[in-house]
């Protein structure tokens, strides 16, 4: 009878916290949406030349639909194989600009790799050294990643002017303050008890990190690399609109001059890569974890 009692208790006691984050979620978004002018009534022009109101997202969509219909070039089974060759005619431009997004995304991972695993110990609560040396982590950890890649682009476009290097030192330091982040609360979900018999046999700071907690990390490490890599091929993509190398000034070139049908194959470029390179490290991942199971 009384396990009866407590459980209907707590069943209210839930459906009250329920019903409460409920309203408070539902006014948020209801906060969100005007803010966003998502209720927005504006006027549009109709076929017969007449204005009339329209809710904001009515009205934006068929444009939307526009839009997209520009960039689809006109294909037909006829003339596939010339349509396509029309379509990708600056493939060998692009081509080399692709190879530099990716070189510029590898490059980058690698400095955010090593920038973000060695901040990545002392930004940990369970791994400081001291509260000092935590918090000054945290904060450096902090800015690199608030900061968008592409302000740190233009700043380093400013510094070194237009090429790759400014999209390296950007989207590196931006990885570095990510992967900082995700590495540290990695580590803070590690067994201590390695690094305390490290510590019992004389072992330094360093050595407790070295032979205690990089071993029970390093598979996290490895997923989140792959996963962050991936991530920088888009960026890398991106951040050339503002002079920061790779297949961005394209983009931008596509969009000056209206060439629409070109965005739809930078596109499909971009799509292929992500997909490809999304394929390699899942392969990756699976073969260093089942070459983990067997030892």
């Known amino acids: 009878m009384a396990f009866e009692q407590d459980f ?13 984050v409920s309203v408070v979620l539902a006014v948020l978004f209801l906060l969100t949406a005007e803010a966003s002018n998502f209720f927005k009534i504006t006027q549009v022009t109709l ?8 809710w904001v997202i ?11 219909a520009k960039t689809i070039p006109d294909l037909g089974w006829a003339t596939l194989g010339g349509d396509i060759a029309t379509w990708f005619a600056r493939w060998q431009i692009w081509a080399v600009l692709l ?9 980058a ?19 400081a050294p001291n509260r000092w040396i935590l918090w000054l982590s945290r904060r450096y950890l902090e800015i690199a990643r608030t900061v968008p890649e592409l302000v740190f682009a233009l700043i380093f476009v400013f510094c070194f002017g237009i090429g790759p290097m400014a999209g390296v030192l950007a989207i590196g330091l931006h990885t570095a303050g990510a992967l900082g982040k995700l590495y540290s609360e990695a580590n803070e979900n590690i067994d201590m008890r390695p690094l305390d018999g490290v510590k019992a046999a004389g072992g330094s700071w360093s050595d407790m990190i070295r032979y205690g907690a990089v071993p029970q990390v390093l598979p996290n490490v490895l997923s989140y690399t792959l996963l962050r890599f991936e991530i920088n091929v888009r960026a890398s993509s991106i951040i050339g609109y503002v002079g920061a190398g790779g297949l961005g000034q394209e983009f931008r070139t596509a ?8 965005l739809s194959a930078l596109f499909v470029i971009i799509l292929v890569t992500v997909t490809v390179i999304d394929r390699l490290s899942e392969m990756l991942r699976h073969r260093v974890i089942g070459l983990e199971a067997r030892a």
């Not at 790799?113 to 060695?118: A, E």
């Open 58 to 68: 009515g009205a934006g969509l068929p444009r939307l639909g526009e839009y997209i």
């Open 99 to 107: 190879l530099e997004t990716i070189l510029i995304a590898f490059m």
């Open 109 to 127: 991972t690698v400095l955010g790799v090593i920038g973000g695993f060695i901040l990545s110990f002392p930004a940990s609560r369970n791994l």
């Open 8 to 20: 209907a208790r707590h069943r209210r006691r839930a459906r009250r916290v329920f019903a409460a």
């Open 47 to 54: 076929a017969d030349g007449s204005r009339a109101e329209r």
């Open 255 to 262: 969009m000056s001059y209206q060439e629409y049908t070109d």
